[in-house]
């Protein structure tokens, strides 16, 4: 079993930057992709960004030139920088590792709120 844990949300003024943490433990051997996801209110979950155990990413066209997901395979973790916020930006953000069990592992989720 895989266990993530988010840090680094908050409140933020248009254009201002964050960088959010994912911390994994437990059976970090199994994890494949890990990966952002966010879910703003009334609005379907989307997929932010993605880093492979070989460091390949993909980003969505909304975040593109603006956000930069990292991985640190050695500490288990991944972060997000996410610069030039937007308040369309706001949402909860959650890790998500696919793992070799199959069945994802999420975490509870950090609140980003950009203010226009």
């Known amino acids: 079993q895989v266990r993530l844990v988010e840090s680094g949300g908050g409140l933020v003024q248009a254009g201002g930057s964050l960088r959010l943490s994912c911390a994994a433990s437990?059976?970090?051997?199994?994890?494949?992709?890990m990966a952002w996801y966010r879910q703003a209110p009334g609005k379907q979950r989307e997929l932010v960004a993605a880093?492979?155990?070989?460091?390949?990413?993909a980003y969505a066209d909304s975040v593109k030139g603006r956000f930069t997901i990292s991985r640190d395979n050695a500490k288990d973790t991944m972060d997000l920088q996410m610069n030039s916020l937007k308040p369309e930006d706001t949402a909860v953000y959650l890790c998500?590792?696919?793992?070799?069990?199959?069945?994802?592992?999420w975490g509870q989720g950090t609140q980003v709120t950009v203010s226009s």
């Open positions: 880093v492979t155990r070989g460091g390949s990413t």
């Open positions: 998500n590792a696919m793992t070799t069990f199959g069945a994802p592992a």
């Open positions: 437990g059976a970090v051997f199994s994890i494949n992709t």
